[in-house]
């Protein structure tokens, strides 16, 4: 079976500086899914043209739109680039132009010119769980998007916050308070009867 050896992290994208090159469906979509998790992510765009409703999203959340072709200009102090048009040498350039700067970069629908990928998400509260299939059948993700948003209980923030409360009252050093957590946590996962 083959093994998905990506690395998952969890940015503070608020502290990045992301540019989306394009302004169509593809970069509406990211956009989207960009502020939907992270609504205060630093966000430049850059295409000759934007949709509407990309528009309404950037004007809603205070998104620097330039209506201008890709140059690389745009990359200046940026930390992640996200390339979405429909004219691949265009995307080809910008994945260039960020591996030669060292900026990470994904070009959409094109995971040999992606350093990373953005996967299905769920969040409830303090509580985020991020899917990849390895950029293999983001349907798949969608999917397990959906089981997991059904699954994991709507108050599965207040158990967070109690078990960070209890966190700090546990007394020993860190294997201890580890241990102590493990087995005070322990009935949280079902495990089948045999």
Same mark, same amino acid.
């Given at each position: ?6 690395? =998952? &992290?969890?940015?503070? !994208? ?10 169509? +469906? %593809? $970069? ?60 691949? =040498? &265009?995307?080809?350039? !910008? ?10 970069? +994904? %070009? $959409? ?86």
């Amino acid at each position: 079976m083959e093994r998905n050896e990506l690395y =998952p &992290v969890f940015l503070k !994208v608020s502290n990045l500086h992301i540019l989306i090159v394009g302004g169509g +469906n %593809v $970069a509406l979509e990211k956009l989207t899914f960009l502020l939907k998790s992270s609504p205060n992510a630093q966000v430049e765009m850059v295409a000759p043209m934007f949709r509407e409703e990309t528009v309404e999203l950037a004007n809603k959340f205070n998104i620097k739109m330039n209506v201008a072709d890709y140059d690389v200009s745009y990359l200046k102090g940026k930390h992640i680039a996200i390339a979405t048009t429909d004219n691949v =040498p &265009v995307n080809e350039q !910008v994945y260039h132009d960020c591996r030669e700067r060292q900026i990470l970069v +994904n %070009v $959409a629908d094109n995971p040999p010119y992606c350093d990373f990928y953005m996967g299905g998400i769920v969040t409830k509260g303090n509580v985020k769980v991020a899917i990849s299939t390895n950029g293999k059948s983001p349907t798949t993700a969608k999917r397990l998007r959906q089981f997991f948003e059904d699954v994991i209980p709507e108050n599965i923030d207040d158990l967070v916050k109690n078990l960070n409360e209890f966190r700090k009252t546990i007394k020993g050093d860190f294997e201890e308070k580890v241990e102590t957590l493990n087995e005070f946590t322990k009935g949280l996962v079902n495990k089948k009867e045999e």
